[in-house]
Antibody
Framework: EVQLLESGGGLVQPGGSLRLSCAAS????????MSWVRQAPGKGLEWVSV????????DYADSVKGRFTTSRDNSKNTLYLQMNSLRAEDTAVYYC?????????????WGQGTLVTVSS | EIVLTQSPGTLSLSPGQRVTLSCRAS???????LAWYQQKPGQAPRLLIY???NRATGIPDRFSGSGSGTDFTLTISRLEPEDFAVYYC?????????FGQGTRLEIK
C-alpha cells in the first residue's frame, strides 16, 4: 500500500524556520516526482512546490519562492520542505503528494498532512 | 496562471439525487489535463478523476467527469451518504498548477 507520512509541523514565530519531512513507502520513491500542497484553515488547496526524481530540478509557487526549499533523499525515501522567513499567511496544513505523469500531473495519493502555525 | 472557478459554492441535496459540479478555467486547459478530488473533514484530498474523464483506481462508477477546453464537469449519478464532502478541480496543463476554490456538497 502506498503511504505518505508527514511530520515536523508545529508552532513557530513569524520570521522563524521549520523543516517538514514526508516518509514514503509502498512504491519506488526514486521514480516519482513529488510535490507539496498546502491548505490554510477553512480554505482551499494551494500548490507549493515540486521536485524532480533526482532532486536536481525544483519549482515553487510565487508565494513561497526564495523562502522555501524542497529536497529529497532517495536513499531514505523521504521528501523535505525547508521553510524560512515564515509569515502568518504560511499557516496551513501541509500535504506531500505523489505526482503522476511527471513534472506536471495529478496528485495521488496524499499524506495525512502536518499543521504549521505561524504566530507570536 | 490559469484560474479555476467552481460553481456553485455550496449545494444542498438529498441522497439519491444526481448532481453536476462545474469547473471553468480562465484559459484553455491543454490536453484536458484536469483532475477532481474529494475532501472530507479532517482528511486529505482523494483523487477521483484525472485527464478530465478517467476514474482513479477504486472510484465508484457513479462518479464521472467530462469536458474540455475551459469547461469541465463532475457528475455524481446517485448521491450516497458518503459523497457529502468538498470537491476540488485542479489543472495540470500549465505551471503553476492550480486548484478551484471548491464546491461543498451538504445534506439537505
Amino acid at each position: 500500500e502506498v503511504q505518505l507520512l508527514e511530520s515536523g509541523g508545529g508552532l513557530v514565530q513569524p520570521g522563524g524556520s521549520l523543516r517538514l519531512s514526508c516518509a514514503a513507502s509502498g512504491f519506488t520513491f526514486s521514480s516519482y516526482v513529488m510535490s507539496w500542497v498546502r491548505q490554510a484553515p477553512g480554505k482551499g488547496l494551494e500548490w507549493v512546490s515540486v521536485i524532480s526524481v533526482s532532486g536536481g530540478s525544483t519549482d515553487y509557487a510565487d508565494s513561497v519562492k526564495g523562502r522555501f526549499t524542497t529536497s529529497r533523499d532517495n536513499s531514505k525515501n523521504t521528501l523535505y520542505l525547508q521553510m524560512n522567513s515564515l509569515r502568518a499567511e504560511d499557516t496551513a496544513v501541509y500535504y506531500c503528494a505523489k505526482c503522476e505523469v511527471g513534472w506536471r500531473g495529478w496528485f495521488d495519493p496524499w499524506g495525512q498532512g502536518t499543521l504549521v502555525t505561524v504566530s507570536s | 496562471e490559469i484560474v479555476l472557478t467552481q460553481s456553485p459554492g455550496t449545494l444542498s441535496l438529498s441522497p439519491g439525487q444526481r448532481v453536476t459540479l462545474s469547473c471553468r478555467a480562465s484559459q484553455s486547459v491543454s490536453s484536458s489535463y484536469l483532475a477532481w478530488y474529494q475532501q472530507k473533514p479532517g482528511q486529505a484530498p482523494r483523487l477521483l478523476i484525472y485527464g478530465a474523464s478517467n476514474r482513479a483506481t477504486g472510484i465508484p462508477d457513479r462518479f464521472s467527469g467530462s469536458g474540455s477546453g475551459t469547461d469541465f464537469t463532475l457528475t455524481i449519478s446517485r448521491l450516497e451518504p458518503e459523497d457529502f464532502a468538498v470537491y476540488y478541480c485542479q489543472q495540470y496543463g500549465s505551471s503553476p498548477l492550480t486548484f478551484g476554490q471548491g464546491t461543498r456538497l451538504e445534506i439537505k
